[in-house]
Nanobody, 130 residues
């Protein structure tokens, strides 16, 4: 059974940094792509980033929403089946519930679309104080 568990959320001050973690289980690491989404109150779930599975050369691709480029850094540790989302210079608009999700195709196709994901974690709440 595929399971994704996010952690690392909490109360953070604007300007600080935060690292979110997503631990996967029940599937072979580096088969799925891993994406991060955020849902703020009253808004739709927004795609933030996606890391594809590695190709034959061992290279993966990382995609970011324009709104977070330069401040968000996604990474993954295949050995631990864990993905990370580093958020630097946190802004009030970063507040929301952060979800990680997996895409079975593995190539981040339409990654910014929640419907493209196959499995979801339950989310971790990020609250920003200014």
């Amino acid at each position: 059974q595929v399971e994704l568990v996010e952690s690392g959320g909490g109360l953070v001050q604007a300007g600080d940094s935060l690292r979110l973690t997503c631990v996967g289980s029940g599937f072979t690491p580096d088969v799925y792509a891993i994406a991060w989404f955020r849902q703020a109150p009253g808004l739709e779930r927004e795609g933030l980033s996606c890391i594809s599975r590695s190709d034959d050369a061992g290279e993966s691709k990382t995609y970011y929403a324009d709104s977070v480029k330069g401040r968000f850094t996604a990474s993954r540790d295949i050995r631990k089946n864990t993905a990370y989302l580093q958020i630097d210079r946190v802004k009030p608009e970063d507040a929301g519930i952060y979800y990680c999700a997996s895409e079975f195709v593995g190539v981040c196709a339409s990654w910014y679309t929640p419907e493209a994901m196959d499995y979801w974690g339950k989310g971790t709440q990020v609250t920003v104080s200014s």
